[in-house]
C-alpha cells in the first residue's frame, strides 16, 4: 500500500490531479480498495473524508486513508459516487495512528478505523444523526401580526418572549398543536426546529472551582508538564512525563491546570481515565474547571449522546475530552495534551481486536501530534518506570498528600496463620484486629470500606464425602454459590443453576460451601456489628445503571457505616470520612497465574490506601494475609514502591519478562478441544525456536475452557518487539488455513495483558 500512495512532482514541480482514492471498508476486512476521483469531487475527496462506493452491488461507507495519481489494481476504477461534506473526518495524524496500531497489533486497519469512528458517528453524516424538536416563539419584528381573538391573546402572553417547546407547551397549558400552527401560520407565532443536544452531565448541578495554589512538588510536576507542552514545533516531540504521585497528592490538580494553560494557548486535551474510576465525581471535577468546553465520553452513553458529544468535539466547541480508553481517538485538533491516570490500570488494554494498549498508543499519539502526553500514577506500571528510569520518559514525583496536614495511612499486615491457629485452625473472615478497627471507627461515626476480590458468598461448592466439585459445564471453573438468588453461579459465562441437592457423583446430602465471597463478608459483618449498616457493591447489585451511583450517594452522605465491594469500591473513590480500608484476602491476587501477580497486588494495597484518610483524619489501612513476607504486602505496606519496583524489575530482568522483553499471546479456541491444541502446537512449530526470543510451548489457558470453547496459547517473549511481529505475522500466515478448515479462532494478544 506504501508503495502505491507515493506521489512524484512533475517535471515542472507541481503534483498531478489526485485521481484515485485508496479506501477502507468494514464490509471487507483486511483489504484496502481504489477508485477513482470524478473531477467534481476533487475538492472533497482527501484522507480522512468518508466516501459513498459501490462495492459489489451494494452501496457502501468508505473512509479514504490517502488519494494519488495511480493504482496498482489493474483494471478499470470504479468511480467515488459521493462524499460527506465539510472537514475530513479523521486527521492525517489519527490515520497514521490506525496505520500504526494495524500494524503494531496485528489487527484490519478497518477495525482500527471503526473505534475511531464509531457507526453511530458516521451515520450521523447521512442523517445528520442531531435530535431536534419543535419550539414556538412570539413572532418577532414588524411583520408580526395582532391577536385576533382573546385565547390568542392569552396564549401569546404565555409564551412570553422565550422560546417553548411545542410538544412541553402545549400539554401545560391545554392548546392544541393545530391551534398554534394556525398561528403560526397567520403571522402571530414561529415555528421552528431547533438541534437538542444531549447532554450526559444534563440535570447535574455543577459549581464553578477555581484552580488552587499549588504545593511545591505540584509545582514541580507541572512545570515538567507545561516545558513538555511549550516544546517548539520544528523540534523533536517532547519527552512524555510521568507522575508518579501518591493517592491524593494531587495530581488531578496539576492536570486541571496543565489543561488550563492549553486552553489558553488554543489548544486542546484528551483525558482518560479508566472506566471504573469514570465516576459523576470525576467528571464534575472537569466541568466545574472548564464547564461546556468538557466533553464526556463513555460507554453508558446512548447513541445519541455519544454522537452529539463527538460532534461537539468535532466543530471544536469542546476541547476538553474526558473519557476511557476509546477517548484516546477523539478527534481534538490542535491537541496539545494527553492525560492517562492510572496508566497501570490493565482496563486500559482492549481484549477484542485490536487488543490496543490506550496508554501505550497514547504515547504514540503524542509523537505523531507532536504533542505533550503525561501518565499519572501511585504505582506506575514497571513499563513506564522503568522508562522513566532509562530517561526516556521525564519523572515527577509527589510523596505527600496536598490537603493541609492530610497524612499518609498506616498499614498493618495481619498474619493470618496466626488468626487461624487461635481458631482451631478455621481461618476467621475477621481477624481480631480488623474486627477491633471496624467497632472504633463505628464508635467515632467514621467510615470504613472492605475490599475483597471475589463476589458471591461461597467461591466453591465441594462434597464433604467424596470431593466432587460443582463446575460449569461450558467452563473450566468452579461455580459460586450466590446466597441472595440461592444459585450457583459461573463467573465466566454467567450461566447459573440451583445447586443440586445431592452430590451427583456420590449421591451424599450434603455439599460444603466453601471460601469467602462478598456476600458472605456482608453477612459476617451484619452478624459481627449488629447496629452498624453495612452494604456491598459488586456487579450483582450494580447491574442496573443507577444503582452504583446511589449506593455511593448513601455512603457519601454516611447513611452507610461500611462498604463491602470488589475493585468497584478500591478505584478512584474519595470520601474524607474514610478512615479504614480492609484487604481481607491479599493472597487471592497473588495466586493468579499472571507474571505480574506481585505488581497487582502491591497496586491494590497502595490503591485501597488511598481510598482512606483523604480528609483531614488519617486513615488506616488492614491487610489480611498468609504470605505477610511476601515482598509485594510487606513494602506496600510501607508505601515503598521504589524498593518494590527494584526487587520485582530484577526479578522481570533474569526471567526474561517486560518490561525488558514483549510478551505476546496467541490463543486459539475451538469447540474441540485436540482441534485448539493441534492449532496450537502447529502455531510454535511455526514460530520455530531462535535465540532472539523466548517460545513457550502449546498449552492450555488458565481457564481452559470458556463459554464452551476450548482455549490453547502459545506464549512468545523476547526483547526486539520487530523480530517478535514478524514471527507473528509470518506463523500466523503459514498456519491460517489449517486453523479454518479446522474451525479454530485464532487471535494474538500483542504486549499482552492479564493472565497466562
Ligand atoms: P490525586 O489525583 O493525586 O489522587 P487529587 O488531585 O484528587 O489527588 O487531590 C486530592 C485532594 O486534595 C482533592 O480533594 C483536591 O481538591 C485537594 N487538593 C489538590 N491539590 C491541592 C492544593 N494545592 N491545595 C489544596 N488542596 C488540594
Ligand atoms: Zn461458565
Redesign the pocket.
Known amino acids: 500500500m506504501d508503495g502505491i500512495t507515493q506521489r512524484t512532482p512533475r517535471p515542472d514541480g507541481v503534483f498531478p490531479r489526485r485521481t484515485v482514492a485508496h479506501v477502507a471498508t468494514d464490509a471487507a476486512i483486511g483489504r484496502t480498495f481504489d477508485y477513482a476521483i470524478p473531477p467534481e469531487l476533487a475538492a472533497s475527496v482527501g484522507p480522512g473524508s468518508l466516501v459513498r462506493v459501490e462495492f459489489g452491488r451494494r452501496q457502501i461507507d468508505a473512509l479514504v486513508l490517502d488519494v494519488s495519481d495511480r493504482s496498482a489494481h489493474p483494471g478499470a476504477l470504479k468511480p467515488v459516487l459521493g462524499a460527506a461534506a465539510g472537514k475530513p473526518w479523521l486527521s492525517a495524524a489519527l490515520i497514521k495512528l490506525a496505520r500504526w496500531m494495524s500494524s503494531y497489533y496485528l489487527a484490519p486497519i478497518e477495525l482500527c478505523l471503526k473505534i475511531m469512528l464509531p457507526p453511530v458517528v458516521r451515520d450521523g453524516t447521512r442523517e445528520d444523526g442531531f435530535k431536534r424538536r419543535l419550539v414556538v416563539r412570539r413572532a418577532r419584528g414588524s411583520a408580526a401580526a395582532k391577536p385576533a381573538t382573546a385565547r390568542q391573546r392569552e396564549i401569546l402572553e404565555r409564551l412570553g418572549d422565550g422560546e417553548e417547546n411545542v410538544a412541553g407547551f402545549c400539554k401545560a397549558w391545554g392548546v392544541s398543536p393545530p391551534t398554534l400552527r394556525k398561528m403560526a401560520a397567520a403571522g402571530l407565532a414561529e415555528i421552528f426546529e431547533k438541534v437538542e443536544r444531549r447532554d450526559p452531565l444534563a440535570g447535574r448541578r455543577v459549581l464553578p472551582s477555581r484552580p488552587?495554589?499549588?504545593?511545591g512538588e505540584?509545582a514541580a510536576a507541572l512545570a515538567l508538564v507545561r516545558a513538555a507542552c511549550d516544546a517548539p514545533a520544528d523540534g523533536p516531540p517532547p519527552r512524555p512525563v510521568l507522575i508518579r504521585?501518591?493517592?491524593?497528592?494531587?495530581?488531578?490538580?496539576?492536570?486541571l491546570q496543565a489543561i488550563a494553560g492549553e486552553l489558553a494557548a488554543g489548544r486542546g486535551a484528551i483525558v482518560l481515565v479508566p472506566e471504573i474510576a469514570l465516576t459523576p465525581q470525576t467528571i464534575q471535577?472537569f466541568a466545574a474547571r472548564f464547564g461546556n468546553t468538557v466533553a464526556v465520553l463513555h460507554s453508558q452513553l446512548g447513541a445519541g449522546e455519544r454522537h452529539d458529544e463527538w460532534a461537539r468535539i468535532r466543530s471544536g466547541e469542546a476541547r476538553v475530552v474526558v473519557g476511557p480508553r476509546s477517548a484516546l481517538f477523539a478527534p481534538v485538533e490542535r491537541l496539545g495534551l494527553i492525560v492517562v491516570?492510572e496508566e497501570h490500570e490493565p482496563s486500559y488494554k482492549q481484549d477484542e481486536t485490536p487488543r490496543y494498549n490506550a496508554r501505550d498508543t497514547a504515547v504514540v499519539r503524542a509523537r505523531f501530534e507532536h504533542c505533550a502526553v503525561v501518565l499519572?500514577s501511585?504505582t506506575p506500571s514497571l513499563e513506564s518506570w522503568r522508562n522513566a528510569q532509562d530517561g526516556k520518559y521525564a519523572l515527577a514525583t509527589?510523596t505527600r498528600?496536598?490537603?493541609?496536614e492530610?497524612q499518609l495511612p498506616r498499614t498493618v499486615v495481619v498474619d493470618m496463620r496466626g488468626e487461624a491457629a487461635k481458631a482451631e485452625g478455621k481461618l476467621p473472615v475477621f481477624s481480631e484486629t480488623l474486627v477491633q478497627a471496624v467497632r472504633r471507627r463505628l464508635e467515632l461515626g467514621e467510615q470504613t470500606m472492605l475490599f475483597l476480590n471475589r463476589r458471591g458468598y461461597a467461591p466453591t461448592v465441594t462434597c464433604p464425602s467424596c470431593g466432587h466439585r460443582e463446575e460449569c459445564s461450558e467452563c473450566s471453573v468452579p461455580m459460586t454459590w450466590h446466597r441472595d438468588d440461592g444459585v450457583l453461579r459461573c463467573h465466566v459465562c454467567g450461566a447459573f443453576r440451583s445447586p443440586p441437592r445431592r452430590c451427583p457423583a456420590c449421591g451424599c446430602p450434603d455439599y460444603r460451601y466453601g471460601g469467602v465471597g462478598t456476600q458472605r463478608v456482608e453477612a459476617v459483618a451484619r452478624r459481627l456489628f449488629p447496629g452498624a449498616s453495612v452494604e456491598r457493591m459488586d456487579l450483582d447489585v450494580t447491574t442496573r445503571k443507577s444503582s452504583h451511583e446511589e449506593i455511593l450517594d448513601r455512603f457519601r452522605a454516611g447513611k452507610t457505616d461500611i462498604l463491602v465491594g470488589t475493585q468497584m469500591i478500591a478505584k478512584g473513590l474519595?470520601f474524607p470520612n474514610v478512615t479504614l480500608a480492609g484487604i481481607l484476602n491479599a493472597d487471592a491476587g497473588l495466586a493468579v497465574p499472571d507474571f505480574r501477580a506481585a505488581e497487582r497486588t502491591f497496586q491494590l494495597v497502595a490503591q485501597m490506601a488511598?481510598r482512606t484518610g483523604?480528609g483531614l483524619r488519617p486513615g488506616d489501612v488492614i491487610v489480611q494475609t498468609l504470605s505477610p513476607d511476601e515482598p509485594a504486602i510487606r513494602l506496600a505496606a510501607r508505601e515503598d514502591y521504589e524498593a518494590f519496583a527494584r526487587g520485582e524489575l530484577a526479578e522481570r530482568l533474569e526471567l526474561c519478562y517486560p518490561p525488558f522483553a514483549h510478551l505476546h499471546c496467541a490463543t486459539f479456541r475451538s469447540g474441540n478441544r485436540e482441534a485448539a491444541a493441534a492449532a496450537a502446537a502447529r502455531f510454535a512449530a511455526a514460530v520455530g525456536r531462535s535465540e532472539r526470543y523466548l517460545l513457550g510451548d502449546a498449552a492450555p489457558a488458565a481457564v481452559e475452557k470458556a463459554k464452551g470453547l476450548w482455549r490453547f496459547q502459545v506464549v512468545l517473549r523476547g526483547p526486539d518487539p520487530a523480530a517478535l511481529l514478524e514471527r507473528l505475522r509470518a506463523a500466523l500466515a503459514a498456519t491460517a488455513a489449517a486453523a479454518e478448515r479446522d474451525r479454530v479462532s485464532v487471535s494474538v494478544d500483542v504486549d499482552a495483558v492479564g493472565a497466562f
Open positions: 488552587l495554589p499549588l504545593t505540584q504521585g501518591v493517592t491524593a497528592s494531587g495530581k488531578t490538580e496539576v492536570y471535577r491516570d499519572g501511585a509527589m498528600r496536598a490537603v493541609g492530610a474519595d488511598g483523604r
